[in-house]
C-alpha cells in the first residue's frame, strides 16, 4: 500500500492540488466555475472540493464512509473553509426541488465502484441543475492498475500491473499468496466485478440520454503528477481504437450534460 493512502493529510492535500490545477482548468471550458453550487458523490476526505471552495463554491460532499466524512470536515475546519458534508448512501438521496440541484456534479474514481450502474446513471440526473455539468473520472478497466491492486498491503502484490484481469479465482489466490488482509481481498474483487471500460460508459450514456460535451483520455493521468511527478500525456494515436485503448489510458475524463442541453454534443 502506498504511503499516501495511509496518511489522508498527504492524500487530501495532493487531491486538491489535481484538482486545482487540471479539474478547475478542464471544466472552466464548459462553464463558469466560480461561485456555482458543487456536489461531489464519494468525495472521500474532501480534497477535490478544496479548490472550488476557494473560489467561492457552496460545496457539499457525501461519502459511504463515516471516517472519510469525519476527516473532510476536520481538515475543511482547520482551514477555515466551508463545505456540507454528509456520510450517506447517494442512492437513498432525494431530489425534492430546484435548491437540492446542482451546477456542477462531480463523480471522480467512484462509478468503477458501482454495481448498479444503471440506477446510478438515472438517479443523478435528478440533482443536475438545467445547463449543469457532471465531471466523471475513472480508470479504463484494463490498464494495469485498473483494479486498484496499488492498495494491495503487500509492497510486491500493490505493484503488480494487470493482475487484476486473471480470472477471479486466479486473482483471489494470487491476493491471498500474498497474504492479503480479507476485507482488502474482497474489495478488490468488488472492485473486479463493477470495474469499467470506455465502451461500456459510453453505452450507459446513450442508455440513459446523456449529452457527451467533451471527453479526454490520459495515458499519464494528471493526478500522476502529485503521485509520481510524471507530467500528463493525452492519448492521442491510440484514443480512437475501441477496446484497445482500455489497456492505455490511466484515466478517463467526460463531461456531460442533460439531453436537451443546447450547448450538448454526441458520442463518436
Not at 198 to 204: A, P, S, Y
Not at 226 to 254: D, E
Amino acid at each position: 500500500m502506498q504511503k499516501r493512502h495511509k496518511n489522508r493529510q498527504q492524500y487530501f492535500t495532493e487531491s486538491a492540488n489535481t484538482s486545482r490545477e487540471y479539474y478547475i482548468d478542464y471544466l472552466s471550458n464548459f462553464t463558469p466555475v466560480s461561485n456555482k453550487k458543487v456536489l461531489e458523490i464519494g468525495c472521500g476526505e474532501g480534497g477535490n472540493l478544496l479548490p472550488f471552495a476557494e473560489m467561492g463554491c457552496k460545496v457539499t460532499g457525501i461519502d459511504l464512509s463515516t471516517e472519510r466524512i469525519e476527516q473532510a470536515n476536520r481538515f475543511f475546519e482547520s482551514l477555515n473553509v466551508g463545505a456540507e458534508f454528509s456520510a450517506i448512501d447517494f442512492l437513498k438521496m432525494e431530489c425534492v426541488n430546484e435548491m437540492d440541484k446542482y451546477d456542477i456534479i462531480l463523480v471522480h474514481d467512484v462509478i468503477e465502484h458501482i454495481e448498479q450502474k444503471d440506477r446510478f446513471f438515472n438517479h443523478i440526473k435528478q440533482f443536475l441543475a438545467r445547463d449543469g455539468i457532471i465531471f466523471w473520472a475513472f480508470p479504463a478497466w484494463q490498464m494495469p492498475f485498473g483494479g486498484h491492486q496499488q492498495i494491495c498491503h503487500s509492497k510486491i502484490c500493490s505493484k503488480l500491473p494487470f493482475i487484476h484481469l486473471f480470472p477471479e479465482s486466479v486473482y483471489w489466490y494470487i491476493l491471498s499468496a500474498f497474504n492479503e488482509p480479507e476485507s482488502c481481498i474482497n474489495e478488490l474483487i468488488e472492485i473486479k466485478r463493477c470495474g469499467i471500460s470506455i465502451e461500456k460508459f459510453e453505452k450507459l450514456l446513450k442508455k440513459n440520454e446523456y449529452m457527451l460535451i467533451n471527453k479526454r483520455l490520459w495515458l499519464i493521468n494528471p493526478h500522476y503528477k502529485q503521485k509520481f511527478g510524471l507530467k500528463p500525456r493525452r492519448l492521442y494515436a491510440l484514443s480512437r481504437i475501441k477496446y484497445l485503448r482500455n489497456f492505455f489510458v490511466t484515466s478517463c475524463f467526460y463531461v456531460t450534460g442533460i439531453k436537451n442541453w443546447e450547448k450538448g454534443g454526441n458520442l463518436k
